[in-house]
């Protein structure tokens, strides 16, 4: 079984080298997105969920709780009592800022002292962090300009000295939030491609005939077939990750092997979902078509370019059926916040979840179409 495997494993590799469609799949793609992706523009978010930390507790402290939570801007998710709780919330991603008041807030502000409000925001996403930190400072404006105009002049003119502090991407650089997913759009794009093209290849130069009367079983060619494609997409891992801190200057700072492991995972849905295609399709072209099928949904429902959080409802249900989701939440915890198992568990377990169940439903589909 070793030999047989081997063997075709050995051809899959010269004949995709071999075909100039093949070698342009895997060299163009990632130097394609690391350019496009790598300076893509980002786009405007509302609702944003934040943590409140009053340490005041006054009556000036809750009106300004009440302005931001009344804002369509903003909305109070979470009330942390420790610094503990906030960097759990920030490490999760649950919240996209925290606001804390210091004690003695309101009589700084009535007694026209500059008043200490700390905002912690989430830089993985540079404009989103931009944004959130142009509000918070515009609505605390406008609270204690209104909070002069109902009390007195002298209010009015009170200073309030916001200290931001940006976490996980402190120079709001674009591009260290896009480039990060483009891991995530080469691995899925080449390795459904290349499987599903290569045994649909087998089929129009009527190989498969061939193939189906050696001693090779089904279980063998599925993974002669696969095998290969898993090594160009952990290889493109590697390649990407390289590009990203070597050119781009992209930080890293979790763990290499859980970025691996992660990747291994999410390469038994892709690699399933090819094979699958492949059973669907014809010609090289129909497979061609089904792998873009199947791709631009989940790409499009990953939260790459377009925030879930401003999806409906709907959707963003649906997306929790997107292995492209939880893979891409792992790539960019991994790179940007340098978070482990212990809080990325959850999105390996779903990536385990989906891979089996696809590895498992596109071996039955390819079993029964050779038989």
């Known amino acids: 079984m070793k030999r047989r495997i081997q063997s075709i494993i050995r051809k899959e590799v010269y004949q995709t080298l071999r075909a100039p469609r093949m070698r342009i799949l895997l060299i163009g793609p990632p130097l394609i997105q690391l350019i496009i992706f790598g300076y893509a523009v980002n786009l405007d978010i509302e609702s944003n969920p934040i943590a409140w930390v009053d340490q005041d507790q006054t009556s000036v402290s809750r009106q300004l709780e009440a302005a931001f939570d009344g804002s369509r801007y903003f909305r109070i998710t979470a009330y942390p ?98 480039i990060p997913g483009v891991v995530v759009n080469i691995i899925g794009l080449v390795t459904v491609m290349l499987t599903a093209m290569a045994v649909v290849r087998e089929k129009e130069i009527g190989t498969m005939e061939q193939l189906m009367v050696t001693p090779i079983r089904p279980i063998e060619l599925m993974l002669g077939k696969t095998l290969p494609f ?99 939440e792992i790539t960019r915890g991994v790179f940007l916040k340098g978070i482990g198992f212990q809080i990325l568990w959850p999105q390996l377990l779903a990536l385990l979840v989906f891979g089996v169940a696809m590895i498992w439903l596109s071996s039955l589909r390819f079993h029964k179409r050779l038989d």
């Open 230 to 328: 898993a090594v160009v997409g952990l290889l493109e891992v590697v390649l990407v990750t390289g590009l990203a801190l070597l050119v781009f200057g992209i930080p890293f700072r979790g763990s290499a092997w859980l970025l691996l492991v992660a990747s291994g995972l999410f390469l038994l849905t892709t690699l399933g979902a090819g094979l699958l295609i492949s059973t669907l399709s014809g010609t090289q072209q129909q497979a061609m078509m089904g792998s873009f099928f199947f791709f631009m949904p989940t790409f499009m429902l990953s939260g790459f370019a377009f925030p879930i959080r401003n999806m409906p409802l709907a959707i963003q249900y649906l997306t929790y059926l997107n292995p492209m989701r939880y893979y891409l």
């Open 81 to 178: 009592e420790n610094d503990q709780q906030i960097q759990a919330l920030l490490d999760r991603g649950a919240v996209r800022a925290v606001v804390r008041l210091l004690p003695g807030f309101s009589r700084q502000v009535h007694r026209q002292q500059p008043a200490r409000v700390q905002v912690l925001v989430d830089g993985t996403n540079s404009n989103t962090a931009s944004i959130i930190s142009g509000y918070v400072r515009q609505l605390i404006a406008e609270f204690v300009s209104r909070e002069g105009t109902e009390r007195s002049d002298s209010i009015r003119s009170a200073g309030v000295d916001l200290e931001s502090r940006v976490w996980f991407n402190a120079n709001l650089e674009s591009r260290d939030y896009y």
